[in-house]
């Protein structure tokens, strides 16, 4: 007992002597609860008052800053975690007395165009997150597509113009879109911690000198209150480091985010920039024949190296402004001024030597992009692949490519060595010891000047100053080490802008689709691309009761333009077609014919003709996918809802259930939003035959059903499909592409009377002249730009099918004939 209260005074004791010794504040009347607040207050009073010894002054500065930065950690920590703890709490008592749900549907659309989604997030599957994905804003791409059009041609200086700077600030407007964006706090919060840092690191240093200096003159006291001031600060300075982590990756992300929206939103809308990209001019260039790699990994690897290069370049030139400002009172202005020419050298012999980096990075990005892209075209045709034993030729393939990537790949760290060891040479060992001479020389020269060596005072000068020195050195050598990263950057930066450029091409209302110009032509311009008024002339009319093509010229598009291979010439139809019914009265013969036209409701048309002659190039017209070049061309098309085309090859969405391919392309949440129920869905899969298909699952669970429905199906399945789309959206006009075969001849004339029972107008293009029965007009393309319309109704038609009949019933009559003379022969042959 008697040993506990020696050892209770001895430590109050200690407690009143330590902040006398230390601060000059004598708390021997003070009581003990306000203790932290008289402490408080006489340091403030010693910054304060000018008057205050120097040492206890200094002090002050520390211990307060100290506190301040470790208080301000402890309380954002505490707050974090009091505020995960309500959350945790809110959640568990919400879902408590939310009824167990089940969701089946993701989005919700709002009246402004806007999509909530509510995603899944943490291990807890009740845990959803919201999500907005705001409306397209369709005036931002006008606008910037001038940006990118205009690229590099109103350059004001040659001098100082730099193509890397400039892309980048191009797409800096997409990466932070305003200056109030999330992502300018962010960036503004990373410049505060990286400042933070550097102004903790400068503290660290200065502490570091103070304890060295405490150990040598043996300032037991001292060395206490300095080690406590060491452990406070490692709070803030840990927790700068880690929030500079955290705010890069974020940004990283938030970057990713904008950068994939904006090209999404071009990419995939009803423009088609998707399908179109293949005819742009730019088509073989390694960005857009890989654009699944360029959208999924160039761009985060954009987004990181730009993110990185940003911390990694003003993380050093923070450190050697303040660094630097405060080494200048140590070192002197030659002392600091020769280490910023020992900089510049450096800077201009590594700039020298830096390899190509950027160059080099593309290379390797378009390599990784290509045997990726292999790779998953192998995939998608395994069955082909297997039937053909195409093995051998496919590993070949893939192997190449794998090399080339493995030589892309060592190519570029190759490249590094060379440089890696001059830079680590310079940085690492010329730098330090040039630091270690630049650290001694305030030393030398004043035990010079004054005589006296005064060891402890030099001690810490030289431990603040050597530890300030390296601090610098390696902030010098990372910007230097940043070069590499520019260089890679430069290379990224400049895939995106292909990307984007050619994106916003494609996107533009006036595509022209790869057309180049004729320089003869056109001395002004003398290369690139037309504009739509020089080379897509004809013109489309939307809204219209039918489907008519006057006059048009049909031509694969190419850089030729209208130039380009002409597959038909002047294809005139329309669906369904305008019957004139002629009054023939009195007025007639005063040639004043009183016309009455109207159009046939379900009329049908099928286009014939041979392999490639131009039959899909029709549908493509009509879809608006391919363009009309001749002036006096005119498209007249119903509106989108009222027209469907079936492609030649059946088309299935990736991992999506049984019911989303049959409303395609129609999405789940659409189909619910309509009010449209799974009972219309069995009636259609009845109508089609398809209805077996349900009987796979308990009741209708088979349309939920998730699979790779295109190898699921068989072939003739996959066309049926095919018709319960149409059955199921129901377009007054469709138009099927080789629909029917792979489908069964009694099946085929059950779905065509099955469009004529539903009163569809449809074109078929085909080349099998039996479907004719199904259909009113027939077109037949000859293959030599030739085009000839009937009308299979009109006397003339059943006159050529009458005629077609009577040659072959002659031909059936002599087959008695011919088949004597078959056994005849057959006999002769068996003599012999
Ligand atoms: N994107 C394209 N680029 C270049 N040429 C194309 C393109 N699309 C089609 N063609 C060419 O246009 C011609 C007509 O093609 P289309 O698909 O219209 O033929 P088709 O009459 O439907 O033939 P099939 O009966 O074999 O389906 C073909 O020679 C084809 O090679």
Known sequence: ????????????????????????????????????????????????????????????????????????TAASGLGYVVYGLISRLRADSFNKRKPIMRRTRSQV????????????????????????IRPKNDDMYEHDKFLFKYFGKNKVSQVFYSKFISQLSIIYRILVPKFTDRNSFLITFQIFFLIMRTWLSLFVARLDGQIVKDIISGKGKKFLVDLLCWFLIAFP????????????????????????????????????????????????????????????????????????????????????????????????????????????????ILKRWTPPLGMLVSKRSAAEGDYYNYHLNLINNTEEIAFYHGTKVERTKVNALYDYLMDQMLLVDRVKINYNIL???????????????????????????????????????????????LSLADAGSRLMHSFKDIAQLTGY??????????????????????????????????????????????????????????????????????????????????????????????????NISQKLMFQSPGSSMLILGPNGCGKTSIQRIVAEIWPIYNKNGLLSVPGASELFCIPQKPYFIQGGTFREQIIYPMSA?????????????????????????????KGWQYLDAVAEWKDVLSGGERQRMNFARIMFHKPRFAVLDEATNAISGDMEDYLFNLLKRYRFNFITISQRPSLIKYHDLALEIGGDESWRLQDLGTDEAITSIEKEIETLEDKLENVNTWEEERSALTKKLAHI
């Open 237 to 348: 300075a840990s927790y700068t480091n880690s929030a500079i982590k955290f705010l890069q990756r974020k940004l990283s992300l938030n970057f990713r985010i904008n950068l994939t929206r904006y090209i999404h939103d071009m990419y995939l809308d009803k423009r088609l920039a998707f399908y179109k990209l293949t005819f742009d001019s730019q088509a073989s260039s390694s960005v857009i024949a890989n654009i699944d790699n360029s959208i999924t990994s160039d761009v985060t690897k954009f987004c990181d190296a730009i993110c990185s290069v940003f911390a990694n370049i003003a993380k050093p030139v923070i450190d050697l402004i303040f660094f630097s400002v405060y080494l200048r009172d140590n070192l002197g202005t030659i002392g600091i001024g020769g280490i910023f020419v020992n900089y510049f050298i450096t800077g201009y």
């Open 423 to 469: 830079e680590d040479y310079v940085l690492k060992y010329t730098w330090s010891a040039l630091g270690y001479i630049f650290a001694s020389i305030p030393i030398v020269v004043t035990t010079i000047t004054t005589g006296v060596n005064n060891e402890e005072v030099n001690m810490r000068e030289f431990i603040v100053n050597k530890r300030l020195m």
């Open 1 to 72: 007992m008697a040993e506990t209260s020696i050892t209770r005074q001895r430590l109050g004791h200690l407690l009143l002597k330590f902040p006398y010794e230390c601060l000059g504040l004598d708390l021997s009347g003070v009581a003990r609860g306000k203790y932290i607040r008289v402490v408080l207050e006489h340091l403030w009073r010693l910054i304060r008052n000018p008057n205050s010894a120097l040492n206890h002054r200094k002090r002050a500065q520390v211990i307060l800053i100290t506190l301040a930065f470790s208080a301000t």
């Open 109 to 132: 659309m709002l009246d402004n165009g806007a999509r909530v989604m509510y995603v899944p997030y943490e291990e807890n599957v009740n845990n959803k997150k919201r999500i907005l």
């Open 493 to 590: 930066t400049n895939r995106i802008f292909t990307l984007l450029a050619v994106l916003h091409r494609v996107h533009s209302a006036d595509f022209n689709y790869g057309a180049i110009v004729d320089e003869d032509k056109d001395s002004k311009i003398t290369s690139g691309p037309l504009t739509n008024t020089e080379t897509v002339r004809g013109t489309v009319q939307r809204s219209f009761n039918g489907i008519r093509l006057e006059n048009i010229d049909v031509i694969i598009p190419s850089k030729h333009g209208k130039e380009g291979t002409k597959l038909i010439n002047k294809l005139r139809f329309q669906i369904p077609p305008v019957i004139t019914l002629d009054n023939t009265n009195s007025d007639s013969q005063l």
């Open 669 to 697: 949440d659409t189909f619910f939003d309509l009010g449209h129920r799974d009972k219309e869905l069995v009636h259609v899969l009845g109508e089609v035959k398809l209805d077996y298909l349900l009987k796979r699952g």
